[in-house]
């Protein structure tokens, strides 16, 4: 029944805070209240929910009858090839034509075969309808592309526009690059608006009584005031960043208006606070420590994306890479959630792909985001923020908590290298999936530790053993190469329980496992065809076999270290063994070096303690030989896979560096118990 009233009040407090959740505050303010329910101890009383849910009924309702803007937008990105195109047809002919000249001027139209620099033109394509759709408008039906009430942006990615991300423009190279593509947007003002004004900076035409338009050039910014005459009528604004890296556009609302959103506002803060108030009692400091390394979490993602090439992370909604994974995770489940949003769940499950050929999961996390989130980032900057609250307690079950500080800080604030929360950052930030697989395989070991007496576990909750089955399915879900860790521990844990005869926990932990059977049903039921993750998995994604390396040692045996499979051998290994991880800075190179060297004493520690726990017959330190087993089964992939890029190999090295830790924590306290005995 506590985790039934867990998730419904998680509902309320997402009622409350209202879908999408666009505003930085409200998505911090909403991960505050879910960590107080996830953390707290229940009320009693069932009257404390039907209280909750009438107030935030009355809440709702109340927010429902204060005024908005509701302004209808169009948008879309500004690209022309031909006469004729769905631009050309919507667009007003004074607009579109003032804004082509414009656009052939900064890309210069080429013959075929296309040039280097209009790549875009061969692989980017133009625009297929006048207006885009936008994920913000899943739960609010726009009359364009969505309907908005605020309107404040300076660049591409603050703007928000969907079609930023779509895979049609997948284009990497020549002279109109991705970063800066070019968009236009309209407003159809409405009465709400008129007293309120739009400031702008650059060319914007506006509607006048007779279907004509002004055009209206601001060479500095300045502002028009939106009159009760203008409701119904449309401007247009089109942006080059090319041109003007620094835009400006802003609505600014009418007291009226700025009353109605603070009210709104204030209105949001209490009904969260009633809900968690009224049902859950927070652990105290248990809440606050963990809300105090979330909030660290947040504040150097803000900072590192504050000093890096773009924002990817958070409100913000850049383009990804030409060419890169996150383009396609992201463009594919924001697909999938305006499916979703239209009723076509079943499509959207599908995730494009009736057979799996890219890795699955990611995409699917992106569905969920643009559901809850719109057209933003905010889940995967929500996550990210909660590693050092994962690494914390992770550490926690090993070293004393001062200690526990200490090592959560040089985790937090190492520069290079693995065993850094940069790493988590930097793939995150690109739209990777290896963030979020790392998360949630730390998370499920945590889970499993503090829940398994053989190794050390104190706790027993079946809600809390199945979590930790669902997120080391979820894990090998989103990064393939983590299967073999994953099923290590989920085995482990099975045969852990089954020798202490507790078939409940058995039963639970392996239903949460059986999550990932997820991916050979969707093979199966969208494809007609049966592989256990992905096509390219069983095909293409291994560039090396166990015949390879046994046929190197055969070679090298025979005093033919030159052959072609000792070669190809001896490249994988070195690629996997000898690469220094994440480096930003070529200055912070001798650093990185000094913690690989770090790192690989930590890989061969977690040899040695897997050995021992075998000889020992699995008897001795077992929380930490499970953890050293699954450090080398995460290195394992790494023999075979068709690229040794660093990041498919951190798992394997944050593993292994928990094990060295926890190694020389355990080895100082058995010495202190000597010294006391002596």
């Known amino acids: 029944m506590t985790l039934a009233a867990r998730l419904m009040a998680a509902a309320l407090v997402l009622a409350a805070v209202g879908l999408p959740v666009l505003q ?41 009858l204060l005024p908005r803007a509701d302004l209808a937008e169009a948008h879309n990105a500004f690209m022309v090839m031909k006469d004729g195109e769905p631009l050309e047809q919507g667009l007003p002919p004074v607009v579109f034509h003032s804004w082509k000249a414009e656009f052939d001027e900064l890309y210069p139209p080429d013959l075929p075969p296309y040039a280097e620099r209009s790549q875009w033109r061969a692989n980017g394509g133009t625009p ?36 930023a991300n779509e895979i049609q423009y997948n284009f990497w190279a020549g002279e109109l690059l991705r970063e800066e593509m070019p968009f236009y947007v309209m407003y159809e003002l409405t009465p709400a ?11 914007l035409f506006w509607e006048q009584a007779h279907g004509e338009y002004e055009q209206i050039d601001h060479s500095q910014t300045a502002a028009r005031t939106i009159e009760p005459r203008d409701a119904g009528r449309r401007v247009y604004a089109v942006f080059f960043p090319k041109r003007d890296p620094q835009l400006y556009f802003r609505f600014e609302p009418s007291l009226k208006l700025q009353l109605a959103a603070w009210t709104n506002a204030v209105l949001t803060v209490a009904a969260i606070w009633l809900v968690v108030g009224l049902t859950f009692r927070p652990r105290r400091e248990t809440y606050f420590r963990t ?34 994974d996150g383009l396609v995770h992201e463009s594919w489940g924001r697909t999938m959630a305006l499916l979703a949003g239209r009723g076509e769940v079943r499509e959207a499950l599908r995730g494009t792909e009736s057979v799996y050929w890219f890795t699955p999961g990611t995409r699917y996390f992106r569905m969920l985001e643009k559901l809850i989130f719109g057209d933003t980032n905010h889940l995967y900057a929500l996550v990210v923020a909660c590693a050092p609250v994962i690494v914390f307690y992770l550490l926690r079950r090993f070293v004393t908590i001062r200690w526990t500080w200490i090592l959560t800080a040089a985790f937090c604030l190492v520069v290079a290298g693995n065993f850094s929360y940069l790493n988590y950052l930097a793939n995150a930030k690109l739209g990777y999936g290896e963030a979020l697989a790392g998360e949630l395989f730390l998370l499920g070991l945590l889970l499993l530790l503090r829940m398994q007496p053989a190794w050390g576990g104190t706790e027993r909750s079946l809600v809390v053993i199945w979590t930790a089955g669902a997120a080391l399915a979820a894990s090998m879900f989103i990064r393939p190469n983590f299967a073999i860790a994953a099923a290590w521990l989920g085995a482990a844990g099975v045969w852990a329980w089954w020798r202490a005869r507790d078939a409940a926990a058995v039963a639970a932990l392996a239903l949460g496992l059986m999550l990932v059977l997820w991916m050979p049903f969707h093979n199966w ?5 049966f592989y256990l993750i992905s096509k390219a998995g069983s095909t293409v994604s291994l560039s090396l076999g166990v015949g390879d390396y046994a046929a190197a040692l055969r070679d090298v045996v025979r005093g033919q270290a030159h052959s072609d499979a000792a070669v190809a051998t001896f490249t994988q290994i070195k690629g996997w063994l000898w690469n220094p991880g994440l480096l930003v800075r070529p200055e912070l190179k001798p650093f990185a070096w000094f913690m690989h060297v770090i790192e690989l004493t930590a890989l061969a520690v977690s040899c040695l303690v897997a050995l021992r726990w075998v000889v020992h017959r699995f008897e001795t330190d077992s929380d930490i030989a499970v953890v050293a087993v699954a450090a080398v089964c995460a290195h394992i992939p790494m023999l075979f896979i068709f690229t040794t890029h660093y990041r498919y190999a951190m798992l394997g090295w944050d593993l292994a560096i ?11 306290q058995a010495g202190s118990i000597d010294k006391v005995a002596v």
Do not use: C
């Open 24 to 64: 930085t505050w409200r998505t911090l303010l909403l991960a505050a209240a879910f960590l107080w329910l996830a953390i707290g101890v229940r009320k009693p009383g069932a009257w404390r929910l039907v209280s909750a849910a009438a107030a935030v009924l009355v809440v709702v309702g109340a927010k429902g």
């Open 128 to 163: 297929r309808a006048l207006f885009t759709q936008s994920a913000d408008a899943i739960w609010r039906t726009p009359k364009f592309t969505r309907q908005v009430d605020t309107i404040d942006f300076r660049n591409l990615g603050e703007f928000r526009g969907g079609f």
């Open 193 to 203: 608006a008129a007293g309120s004004r739009l400031a702008w900076r650059g060319k």
């Open 291 to 324: 809300l105090l390394l979330f909030a660290g979490g947040y504040a150097i993602m803000a900072a590192f994306l504050s000093i890096s090439a773009g924002k990817y992370l958070g409100s913000s909604y850049p383009p990804q890479g030409g060419g890169d």
């Open 525 to 529: 039921y969208y494809g007609h065809e």
């Open 658 to 668: 928990v094990v060295l830790i926890a190694s020389v924590a355990r080895r100082h």
